[in-house]
C-alpha cells in the first residue's frame, strides 16, 4: 500500500521536526519546545521501542542487525564506510516507523521531533515551517559526541572501553563519526532549503537564543 504525501501532509500537520548533525543541540531544543509550549516530546530514537521489536531481516535488515548481535563489540569495530552507510540506511527504515508513530500522535496537540527522517522525506510530508535544521561544526560533532550523560552515548563509550585496543577502536570509531558528519552530508543539510541554525564553536551558552529562533520559526512564538 502506499499513501500519498498530501495525505500524509495533512495527519501530519501537528508534528514539527528538527534534523540534523551531531552535537547541534537537537536534542536539548526539543526537550525545551516541548517543556514551554506544552507539545509532545518525542526524542533521539524515539521509534526504536516498536522497530526494535518489530523489523524484520526481509523489511528492515539495518534496524534488525542490531537483534542479531552476539557481543556489542560488532557494533564499535565495523570499518567508518560501513558505518557510515548502516547510519543512513536505518534512517530510511526508520522514517516508516517514525511517520506512523506520529500520525497516531499528531491529532490533537502539537508533537516536536527530533528525527533523523532523510530530508528527501521531509520535504514531501513537512512545509517548511515545519522543519528545522541544526547544524555544528565536524570538529565538535566528532570530538564532543561522547561528552554527553545520555545512556546511549554512555553505553557505546563502555563497549569501546572494554575491548582489547580500545585507544585503536576509539580511533576507528570517530572515523566513523566523521564520515557521518562530512562536509558532504554537512552540505545536504546547509543546501536543503529548509530554515537552518548553526552551532558555533566558542563554547557561548546559546540555548535561550536558538529555543527562541526555531520557536518563531514554527509559529509557536511571536
Same mark, same amino acid.
Given at each position: ?17 528538527i &534534523?540534523? &548533525?551531531?552535537? %547541534?543541540?537537537?536534542? &536539548? ?16 530514537n ?48 526508520? %522514517?516508516e ?17 527530533? &528525527? ?23 570538529s ?7 561528552d ?34 562530512? +562536509? ?5 543539510? %546547509? ?6 541554525v548553526? +552551532? ?23
Open positions: 500500500m502506499k499513501i500519498e504525501n498530501n495525505i500524509l501532509k495533512h495527519y501530519l500537520k501537528n508534528a514539527y521536526f &534534523t540534523g &548533525t551531531a552535537y %547541534a543541540g537537537k536534542s &536539548t531544543t526539543v526537550k525545551m519546545l516541548a517543556d514551554r509550549y506544552d507539545m509532545v516530546f518525542c526524542g533521539e524515539y521509534h526504536s521501542a516498536v522497530s526494535d521489536i518489530i523489523a524484520s531481516k526481509e523489511a528492515q535488515p539495518n534496524i534488525a542487525w542490531l537483534n542479531g548481535l552476539t557481543d556489542w563489540k560488532e557494533f564499535v569495530i565495523r570499518s567508518p564506510e560501513e558505518y557510515e552507510r548502516w547510519i543512513y540506511g536505518v534512517a530510511k527504515e526508520a %522514517a516507523f517514525e511517520v506512523a508513530h506520529l500520525i497516531a500522535l499528531s491529532g490533537g496537540k502539537k508533537v516536536i521531533v527530533d &528525527t533523523n527522517i532523510p530530508l528527501d522525506i521531509l520535504r514531501e510530508i513537512a512545509d517548511y515551517d515545519h522543519v528545522a535544521v541544526m547544524l555544528s561544526p565536524q565538535m560533532s566528532v570530538e564532543r559526541f561522547f554527553r550523560s545520555d545512556p546511549e552515548k554512555q553505553f557505546i563509550l563502555s563497549v569501546i572501553d572494554s575491548c582489547e585496543d580500545s585507544e585503536a577502536v576509539m580511533e576507528n570509531y570517530r572515523c566513523g563519526l566523521a564520515l557521518i558528519n562530512s +562536509r558532504e552530508h554537512y552540505d545536504e543539510y %546547509a543546501d536543503s532549503g529548509f530554515f537552518t548553526v +552551532r558555533s564553536g566558542d563554547g557561548k551558552d546559546t540555548r535561550e537564543e536558538v529555543c527562541l529562533t526555531i520557536a518563531r520559526h514554527f509559529g509557536l512564538e511571536k
